[in-house]
């Protein structure tokens, strides 16, 4: 039993902070939201987003008429892409100032919402810059209000205080996470997701699994953490393949979303470990690697290290995918190739090495895992040791995987 291995004497933080309205026409509560705003004395917002998205989800034209009905002046930066940039963020912050914004609207995935958050902080200090937040130069206490408006499930973000963007000349990934990056308000809008693609469906539903299972098996781990990572998984095992036969399946497409808002409570309670520290480094060298993808490949390599540190609990919350589970150390390796094979029967059937890594990239990714500012935390709180001799296995082993005909 995974509770045996929780300690009932070590006090946990328990955080359940931002306000999401979700469901079916949940973008209709943007008029709400704006609403309370502007009794918050906010007349001018800008607006974050990738350039195509929030138009053709039709998220746009409902928030740009409660936009206008509630005489909220707006400006839009469209040109935010996946694995953003300090650059990105110095460049909407900037429009920001000039148009004195003083509230943050995302809408998109976890690149424009974080991008969002992150802007939302600089219009608050005015003396810094991009770079200085994502090598911390400042620790931030205040933001202005962020809305974020999810168009994937699989980020979390609308539902966190976590947000990510790369240094591109050091090739650093850091991670942020402070309280003043919680939305004021969040909106999780099923049906403005039919349109991802089979890929991008894939892909940030691997996502929410990964929030999931490295929320439950930190050092930090809280039993909400677990408790909602098993429901994520649970969620995603039973709909993912549903809306992979059926994108139009619109009660798959709500189950998933819901599943990727509790992995995004879940790693605010339980934090992230090997996968996402692992997976950083690799879109840091490569912008163009999916992110999602990236988990996707580490997955089964960090399950096979790490389960030895946690084997109850990787046991109870990977159930949904392999069944007998003991929770004993020596299932590592077929828990690892069991989990593999369900990915690749989902469609993420990629290794490293078919994204262009090679083992002479090796040396190269496990320095910067052990030198990108904030990746040392999730190390640390990994259950087992992340040592550099580790990580290196991690990577090697996920060039071509178990499963993989060579």
């Known amino acids: 039993m995974w509770e045996n291995d929780i300690d009932i004497n070590e006090i946990k933080e328990i955080r359940v902070k931002t306000n999401v309205y979700f469901g079916i026409g949940a973008i209709n509560k943007i008029d709400d939201i704006l609403k309370n705003l502007k009794e918050k004395n906010v007349e001018k917002v ?3 987003s990738g350039r195509n998205a929030y138009k053709s989800t039709g998220a746009w034209d409902v928030i740009k008429k409660a936009l206008e009905e509630n005489n909220v002046g707006y400006v839009n930066y469209d040109k935010v892409t996946p694995n953003p940039t300090v650059d990105h963020i110095d460049e909407a912050t900037q429009m920001a100032k000039d148009f004195g914004a003083t509230a ?7 690149s424009p919402i974080d991008t969002a958050k992150s802007v939302a902080v600089l219009l608050k200090y005015p003396n810094h ?5 994502y090598t911390f130069k400042f620790t931030p206490q205040v933001a202005v209000p962020i809305v974020a408006i999810n168009l994937t499930h699989g980020t979390g973000s609308e539902a966190n205080r976590f947000a990510v963007a790369t240094v591109p000349e050091t090739e650093f990934k850091p991670a942020l996470a402070y309280d003043c990056l919680y939305p004021y308000a969040s909106i999780d809008d099923p049906k403005l997701m039919q349109g991802l693609s089979p890929k991008q469906t894939l892909f940030v539903s691997i996502d929410a699994i990964n929030h999931a299972v490295e ?23 039973k709909y993912l393949p549903k809306i992979i036969k059926n994108p139009s399946d619109l009660e798959a497409r709500y189950f998933l979303t819901y599943a990727a808002m509790l992995g995004g409570v879940s790693f605010d309670n339980g934090l992230l470990h090997l996968t996402h520290a692992l997976e950083h480094p690799l879109s840091g060298m490569k912008p163009q690697l999916t992110h999602g993808l990236g988990l996707a490949i580490l997955l089964p390599s960090v399950i096979k ?3 030895s540190g946690k084997p109850h609990i990787f046991a109870y919350i990977l159930s949904p995918i392999v069944e007998g589970l003991k929770g004993e150390a020596s299932e590592a390796q077929n828990v690892a190739n069991a989990v593999e094979k369900w990915l690749f029967e989902m469609g993420a059937t990629q290794k490293l090495a078919d994204e262009g890594f090679s083992e002479a990239d090796i040396d190269k990714i496990v320095d910067l895992t052990f030198n990108t500012p904030s990746l040392d935390l999730l190390l640390s709180i990994a259950p087992i040791e992340a040592t550099k001799e580790v990580v290196d296995s991690i990577f090697r082993e996920s060039l071509q995987g178990y499963n993989r005909k060579v």
Request: hydrophobic share 50%; charged share 10%.
């Open 46 to 48: 800008i607006v974050v």
């Open 305 to 307: 290290y790490a389960y």
């Open 104 to 110: 943050v609207i995302g809408i998109g995935g976890g």
């Open 129 to 133: 810059n991009a770079r200085d937040l």
């Open 215 to 237: 929320a439950a098996t930190s050092k930090v781990a809280s039993p909400l953490a677990i408790s909602l990572a098993y429901e994520t998984i649970k969620t995603v095992v």
